[in-house]
Nanobody, 122 residues
Framework: QVQLLESGGGLAQAGDSLRLSCAAS????????MGWFRQAPGKDREFVAA????????YYDDSVKGRFTISRDNAKNMVYLQMNSLKPEDTAVYYC???????????????WGQGTQVTVSS
């Protein structure tokens, strides 16, 4: 079982940048599609971004496309989410997740970290 630990959340102002990190341990990290979801207060958890284990193909929700960049370092068992041009509507708890495929990840069928809070003020 893979364990995930997120870091890098915090307070930001609109237009700022933050980088989230997710450290994985206890499994074969390089064989999993990794991604990020977020959950704002009173809303359902939603998909943000994913990166495949092969070819490092990336996927983004339309709301973050062009502003967020997901990347991974298999040698370090790390996945990152670079968030630029932050908006107040990006405020949420951000969760790192991994699964056997992009479809499984987007279906919330993988394993999860505990989450890290991102708060963006206007």
């Amino acid at each position: 079982q893979v364990q995930l630990l997120e870091s890098g959340g915090g307070l930001a102002q609109a237009g700022d940048s933050l980088r989230l990190s997710c450290a994985a341990s206890g499994g074969t990290f390089s064989s999993y599609t990794m991604g990020w979801f977020r959950q704002a207060p009173g809303k359902d958890r939603e998909f943000v971004a994913a990166i495949s284990w092969s070819y490092y193909r990336t996927y983004y929700d339309d709301s973050v496309k062009g502003r967020f960049t997901i990347s991974r370092d298999n040698a370090k068992n790390m996945v990152y989410l670079q968030m630029n041009s932050l908006k107040p509507e990006d405020t949420a708890v951000y969760y790192c997740t991994g699964a056997s495929s992009v479809a499984a990840l987007r279906g919330s069928l993988g394993f999860w970290g505990q989450g890290t809070q991102v708060t963006v003020s206007s």
